[in-house]
């Protein structure tokens, strides 16, 4: 089955400085890569994900890059802020709705004021 | 997306006893997925819920400590039964909706005593 590993565990930055996190895959039928971020107390929200058919994608200051050859995809945030300061999960998955995601071990993200 | 009501939020337990997790959807959907999140720890699958047949379990999740319930295609229901210390986690079910992503639940806190 898939196994996703999940890159640095924790990550300390300074704030407007740039964070990234990067996850390596194993099985090659997965082509749906979502990461998501998770505050205290509350459920994994989706950030942004990317599809195998797609390499790059951007939503203003994240954005998410793929090398199906690598099998490794990786999150980018430009200009941190203190409330992007949470637990980030890289995800993969053979999308098809029925099949659900396989998530790596997560990386505590701080941002220093 | 889908919206996910999940309920209780939390709950402390006795030992031994059992709890019964609400997952209610707004939208028609095939599969639910439920998750368990140890502290400070990743997702881990428990089953893959469809409706009209039996839930799939995960290797080291068996039907008779977490029966899952799917009587429609809205509502599931996970059940910790016999409840020990190392059962105080979170709880989540999540649901793939119409391509967009796969949307969580925001947990069911459970500490065993």
């Known amino acids: 089955g898939e196994n996703v590993e999940q890159h640095p565990s924790t990550l300390s930055v300074q704030e407007g400085d740039s964070a990234v996190i990067k996850c390596t895959y194993s099985?090659?039928?997965?082509?749906?890569f979502p990461w998501y971020k998770q505050e205290l107390g509350k459920g994994p929200q989706l950030i942004i994900d990317i599809r195998s058919n797609v390499g790059e994608k951007k939503d203003q200051r994240i954005a998410v890059t793929l090398n199906k050859t690598a099998k490794h995809f990786s999150l980018h945030i430009t200009e941190t802020q203190p409330e992007d300061s949470a637990v980030y999960f890289c995800?993969?998955?053979?999308?098809?709705?029925?099949?659900?995601?396989?998530f790596g071990k997560g990386t505590r993200l701080s941002v220093i004021a | 997306s889908a919206v996910i009501s999940q309920k209780p939020s939390r709950d402390i337990c006795q030992r031994g006893t059992s709890l019964t997790i609400q997952c209610q959807v707004d939208s028609q959907v095939t599969m639910m997925f439920w998750y368990r999140q140890q502290p400070g720890q990743s997702l881990t699958l428990i089953a893959t819920?469809?409706?009209?047949?039996?839930?799939?379990?995960e290797s080291g999740f068996v039907i008779d400590k977490f029966p899952i319930s799917r009587p429609n295609l809205t509502f599931s229901t996970l059940t910790v039964s016999n409840m020990s210390p190392e059962d105080s986690s979170i709880y989540l079910c999540s649901v793939e909706f119409q391509g967009v992503g796969y949307t969580f639940g925001s947990g069911t806190r459970l500490t065993v005593v």
């Open positions: 099985d090659s039928a997965s082509n749906y």
């Open positions: 995800a993969a998955s053979s999308y098809s709705g029925n099949t659900p995601l396989v």
């Open positions: 819920a469809n409706q009209g047949s039996e839930a799939t379990y």
